[in-house]
C-alpha cells in the first residue's frame, strides 16, 4: 500500500493506479470502514482500478463545543488495517494541505441537509460537503463508498454529487452492526461498560418501532411510544422521526426512514432503518 501525505504525490499515485474507489474516513477504523474498502474492491474489479481511502479529522464539520480534539487517532494502526484489508492507497493530508491560508470557499447544501443533524450541528453539513468535494476533486474518484449509518449525511452527499455534476458515483454500504445491533462507531470506545449495553436499546427501540408501523399503527402513535421507552431507558433523545428516505422530509407515510440521535454520557448515537 502506498501512502500520500502531499497533493502532488497523491495525484502523481493516482494516475499511476488507473480509477479509483475512495473510502474517505476521518480514522479510527473499524470493521464498518473495513467492510467499505471490501466494497470498494468489488467495484474497481470491473475497472482494472484501485482502493484510496483518506484519513483526515475534518475541523470544519465540528462545532466549537463539539469534541476535535477528543476524537480518537491512531495513524499506525489505521494504515496496518487499511493495508491488511486490501486497500491500495492511503491520502492522510494535513489540515494546512487541505485548506490553505487565504482559503474563501465552502459548499453549502440545502435540501437534505436542513433538519435533524443540520439543526443539532449547525455548520455540519458544510464542513461534510466542502471535504468531501476537495476529496473526491484531489483523488479524481470515479466512485465512493459511505457507509449508511450516517443517512443524512449520504443524502447530503449524494445531493451535491448531483447538483455539481462531479463526476463519480456513491455508493450507499448497509450499516454494520455489533452482535447486538449496535452500529459501529469510532466513538462507541468512549461509553462505559453500563452505557455499552444500554446503547443497542437504540437499534432495539427502531426496530419495534418499524414493526409497529408495517402492522399499521400511526406513526405519531408509533413514534411517540420509542420516543417515551428510550427517555424512560435514560437516553436523552435529540430525535426519533420517519422521514421521507431522500429529501430527509418529516413524513407519517411508508415506505421511510426511521433515523434516531441519543446521548449516553458523553457519547452521541446515530442510527437508522428502513421502515416500510
Known amino acids: 500500500m502506498r501512502i500520500a501525505r502531499d497533493l502532488s504525490s497523491l495525484r ?7 480509477p479509483i474507489a475512495l473510502v474517505p474516513t476521518m480514522g479510527a477504523l473499524h470493521e464498518g470502514h473495513l467492510s467499505l474498502i471490501r466494497a470498494a474492491r468489488r467495484e474497481v474489479a470491473a475497472m482494472g482500478g484501485a482502493v484510496a481511502a483518506s484519513i483526515f479529522v475534518n475541523p470544519l464539520q465540528f462545532g466549537p463545543n463539539e469534541d476535535l480534539s477528543r476524537y ?27 485548506y490553505p491560508p487565504g482559503r474563501a470557499t465552502a459548499i453549502e447544501v440545502g435540501g437534505p441537509s436542513e433538519g435533524w443533524e ?15 468535494a476537495k476529496l473526491f476533486l ?3 474518484a470515479r466512485v465512493a463508498m459511505f457507509g449508511e449509518k450516517d443517512w443524512q449525511q449520504l443524502q ?7 447538483d455539481l455534476d462531479l463526476p463519480l ?22 461509553l462505559s461498560p453500563a452505557e455499552r449495553h444500554q446503547a ?12 409497529a408501523l408495517g402492522a399499521g399503527q400511526p406513526a405519531a402513535a408509533a413514534l411517540a411510544a420509542a420516543r417515551a421507552r428510550l427517555a424512560a431507558e435514560g437516553f436523552g433523545l435529540d430525535y426519533l422521526a420517519l422521514v421521507e428516505p431522500e429529501s430527509l422530509r418529516e413524513t407519517d407515510s411508508l415506505p421511510g426512514r426511521l433515523i434516531a440521535a441519543a446521548r449516553l454520557g458523553s457519547v452521541r448515537l446515530l442510527d437508522n432503518i428502513a421502515a416500510g
Not at 494502526?77 to 492522510?92: K, P, R, S
Not at 455548520?123 to 466542502?130: E, I, P, S
Not at 456513491?170 to 452500529?183: F, K, Y
Open 12 to 18: 502523481a499515485e493516482a494516475a499511476r493506479l488507473g
Open 72 to 98: 480518537p487517532r491512531d495513524e499506525a494502526g489505521d494504515l496496518a488495517a487499511l493495508e491488511g484489508a486490501g486497500c491500495d492507497l492511503a491520502w492522510l493530508p494535513s489540515v494546512e494541505a487541505m
Open 118 to 132: 443540520g439543526t443539532a450541528r449547525p455548520g455540519h453539513f458544510r464542513g461534510v460537503a466542502t471535504v468531501c
Open 138 to 140: 484531489q483523488t479524481g
Open 156 to 162: 447530503v452527499i449524494r445531493r451535491m454529487v448531483a
Open 169 to 190: 458515483r456513491i455508493v450507499g454500504c448497509p450499516t454494520v452492526r455489533e452482535a447486538d445491533g449496535l452500529a459501529m462507531s469510532s466513538r462507541n470506545r468512549f
Open 200 to 211: 443497542a436499546r437504540l437499534f432495539a427501540a427502531l426496530t419495534e418501532t418499524a414493526t
